[in-house]
């Protein structure tokens, strides 16, 4: 009740001093009771006992308490007698203080206090509430509202009325961080479909050798001499290459945010990479700084639909195994790779009846994957926006990490430290190699 302003009139003495009203006994038993409760919180004496000042100071106030509550209990019996004899009515126009106090304290407050809100007009409604009861001598159900107090009659409000202010300046907004919405993003499949990888390297580059031609071997006749014949040797050299990315976080951001806005920040950035990662494996073009993805990788099998690319064929599907299976490149994860534009065209391949194909007769009952990191604005002739489809064991596709995933918090770098700013860098250091390239092959201008 503190909160509220309201005073009951000030009544004057037989010898004109004004006495003390009842608003101003409560609150100093309030003070009394704060007062005893720091000296009991805090003694000072032997043994975690009041001190001998202490003591005198409780005893003194102890004796003050008792005394006030006789006369809040005198004065209480005095207001209530007198609010009746003078026939106050509920409406509150008899009495101006009480009008002052509690003008404008509306339903909607009165709602609020019933639901627990600690706000001021909250806490006024309650009072009034109280108020009333012991005006009427009748307890409330709830709370009481006086509604010429509460200025029942009003214009309508609405979340868009009035346009000067409208009531949906008043909603609050109930944030829900467990129900963080994460933005849409591509599916990471390269590690799932089997690549091989090689974490925590050390040191310089990393050189896989390989074996490109065997010896030859020869049927002869009794007593000559067998072919001559040399191994040929190759080797898939891996360097590092670098992605990262930086976010400033403001100090109000940091402070302010719901779910922290730090993590929140680490996850994207560790979700980006992933993602960056992946198109790389795919797609990456060996330049700028870049790994060489399947897609451009020399020596990778081909089938062509069409001059200017064309659509998706069960045929032309079956060739992209037979290009793999030539290569004496089976075994391991095989699997196809796309993105979800042929995902869609395969599903609506059909027999000659009519009847859908089904993804797995499609694929010829081979795993496939689909992701959006896979490209579809490849050219081929006046050929645009087509898309490929990768086929082959990604066993034989090698991620080689120096440096998986490195995250670093930084709150002294020098720009965003002058305005109480945080830094968070998240990098990785990998490369990506094919080990055979006759292992993959794929269609590149699909229109889809």
Not at 77 to 84: K, N, S
Not at 195 to 210: D, E, K, M, S, Y
Not at 291 to 315: E, K
Request: with cysteine; glycine share 10%.
């Amino acid at each position: 009740m503190a909160s509220s302003q309201y005073r009951p009139s000030r009544r004057h003495s037989r010898s004109g001093v004004p006495s003390v009203t009842l608003r101003e006994m409560l609150e100093r038993r309030s003070a009394i009771a704060a007062e005893l409760r720091a000296l009991n919180d805090k003694p000072s004496g032997d043994n975690g006992d009041l001190s001998r000042e202490q003591r005198a100071r409780w005893d003194a106030h102890k004796t003050e308490l008792d005394t006030l509550e006789q006369r809040i209990d005198r004065q209480s019996t005095l207001d209530e007698a007198e609010r009746r004899a003078a026939g106050t009515p509920l409406g509150g126009t008899g009495d101006r203080d009480f009008d002052r106090a509690f003008a404008g304290i509306g339903l909607l407050d009165t709602m609020r206090a019933q639901m627990g809100a600690a706000d001021e007009r909250a806490a006024r409604a309650r009072e009034l509430s109280q108020e009333v009861e012991r005006r009427s001598g009748r307890r409330a159900e709830g709370l009481f509202w006086d509604m010429r107090l509460g200025n029942a009659e009003q214009r309508v409000l609405t979340t868009a009325l009035p346009s000067g202010g409208p009531g949906g300046n008043l909603i609050a907004a109930d944030y829900r961080p467990e129900q963080f919405i994460d933005r849409l993003r591509n599916a990471t499949v390269v590690r799932r479909l089997g690549a091989r990888v090689l974490a925590g390297l050390t040191g310089g580059n990393v050189i896989l050798p390989g074996l490109s031609k065997s010896v030859q071997a020869g049927w002869v006749a009794e007593n000559s001499p067998f072919p001559v014949s040399d191994p040929e040797f190759n080797g898939v050299t891996l360097a590092p290459k670098h992605l990262g990315v930086i976010t400033e976080l403001s100090r109000n951001m940091l402070q302010q945010t719901s779910p922290d806005a730090e993590q929140l920040v680490r996850d994207d950035q560790a979700r980006v990479l992933a993602e960056g990662l992946d198109v790389a494996a795919i797609a990456g073009t060996g330049t700028n700084n870049q790994p060489r993805g399947v897609l451009n990788t020399p020596g990778i099998g081909s089938v062509a639909i069409g001059a200017n690319g064309g659509a998706l064929t069960y045929d032309a599907l079956a060739d992209l195994i037979g290009a793999v299976d030539d290569a004496n490149a089976t075994g391991g994860n095989m699997a196809f790779l796309s993105n979800t534009k042929v995902r869609r065209a395969a599903g609506k391949l059909k027999d000659t009846a009519g009847n859908p194909l089904g993804l797995a007769t499609v694929f010829q009952a081979t795993p496939q994957a689909f992701t959006n990191a896979v490209p579809s604005t490849l050219t081929k002739g006046t050929g645009t926006n087509l898309s490929p489809v990768i086929y082959g064991n990604w066993s034989d596709l090698v991620i080689a990490f120096w440096s998986e995933l490195d995250v670093l918090v930084n709150p002294y770098a020098e720009g965003p430290y002058s305005r109480g700013n945080v830094m968070v860098r998240t990098a990785l250091t990998c490369d990506i190699g094919v080990r055979h390239p006759e292992s993959f092959a794929a269609i590149k201008d699909i229109a889809a």
